[in-house]
């Protein structure tokens, strides 16, 4: 224990600073380029409303929301800003960037902690915290205003309440649990699947020890818990944006599935979810994920804690990944970060058998470093950024530029006479744009046969009056990161960008 700090501090040190770099990402501007970030028009509408009536958002629960609120409270008292300016919704997205940064650090240490716990290894946990550190989805998602860091944070602080109440019995860490576990589900709903299995498999322990399933002190602890999420929801003065919210998840998860309930489409599921556990660790660290899960299994007996946290990644991929039948990168994030607690068990192994096998590790820990920075290499050399120049450069004072799909897909138009376009022949004829911006990602999601469809058909034909001055997609050097296969937003960076000229 005595040297563990000085390690990890240098694994927070190096996290800070990959999870720091490129964290302006699409800033500034009042439509920064990360999908699914939370957007300050909907905290400052909450805000507004107090979240009550029938405030509700259909994806995410509210404590997140309350706590960005929270950081854009000093702003509005204050009037520092136009919150509705380029230079306002900037400021709002660098505090939801900002929180995601700490709590980053926050989950780090708490696999260092969940390591120390589950294997009574300070080089495990150091190693455990390493591997996660150096996953690109965390690097990715911890700069940003995305709720997947923050969620996983919570989730891992409650299941280090407990292991802790495994090991020790303390009540304290068990009602430490369950209030964390509550406040996980509040950030993100799907969070309750990490407990259905470890849950049960207590309750049934404890049965064995007392003789009873439910007694005064576990039931003091349900209800603590049930009040705590209630009382995050708002149910006295948000009672119908409580049912909403409910309502709408219940209403997604039947209509947003990607695979079939079939044996073959369940299978398929459960490989494209290995193939992003794969790009999350990388090969090196997940294959050291999978040999730390055997050699554990060889010393279950003398490290029986870290069977609760394979029962919670289980516990998630059954009770949520394969009911609603889909995978996204997003997803794995949390059960990367349980795998890297095994990758560390069987790295600390190794390190001690000798310096060719530590120049192995160390390699495996070099390569997968590059890796990871190959997030902020894509980042930094994001298309968008050159197609802006491209504009200001060749684009006339007075010129329109229309574009056409959300802003988060397209290169900030700030400085020029920008023009939403509805993705129709009609609209483009009546508008005639000088020129026209266009994500070919956002294209593809038309049927050929649509109006949008056939819009897009005919502008790549030059059939619509429009002819290609420009499509750029960067290709930087040192970009290890290969998205082939993969679901998930972090896909969306780089995208090509087309730029379209009128045709005098």
Known sequence: MSRAPRPLLAILLLSIGLNVTASWWGLPSRFAWAPDELQPSILLQGIDEKFSGDWHQPAY??????LLAVSYLPVLALDVVDVDSVSGRTLFYGLGRFISLVMGIGTLILVFRIGR?????????????LVAALSPTFVYYAKFANLDVPAAFWVLWSLLYFVRHVKTGAVRDRNLFAATAVLAMCTKDQAYAFYVLPVGAYLVRYYRQSGTVIDRHLLATGVGATLLFLSIHNVIFNFWGFVHHFEEILWARSHY???????????????QSLRHLRFALGWPFVLAAAGGTALWWRHRRQEPLALWILLAAASYYLFFVAPVRSTWLRYIVPLSLMASLFAGRLLAAL?????????????AVGYTALYAASVDVL???DSRYTIEEWLSERVEADAVVGFMGPEYYLPRLDGVLARRLRPT???LERSRPDYLVVNPEYAERFEPDSREGQLFTKLRSGRAGYGLALSHQS??????????GILGNMAKINPVIEVYQRAD
């Open 475 to 484: 290709s930087p050097r040192f970009m290890l990161l290969d998205f082939s």
């Open 61 to 66: 629960p509210p404590l997140h929301y309350y």
């Open 257 to 271: 599935s990607s695979f079939e309930s079939s044996y073959d489409q369940q299978i398929g599921l459960f490989v």
């Open 425 to 427: 022949e009609s609209v």
């Open 117 to 129: 716990e589950i294997f009574d290894s300070d080089a495990a946990a150091g190693f455990a915290t």
């Open 379 to 381: 980042l930094l050399n």
């Open 351 to 363: 390190w001690q058998r000798g310096r060719y096998v530590r120049a192995g590790v160390a390699a």
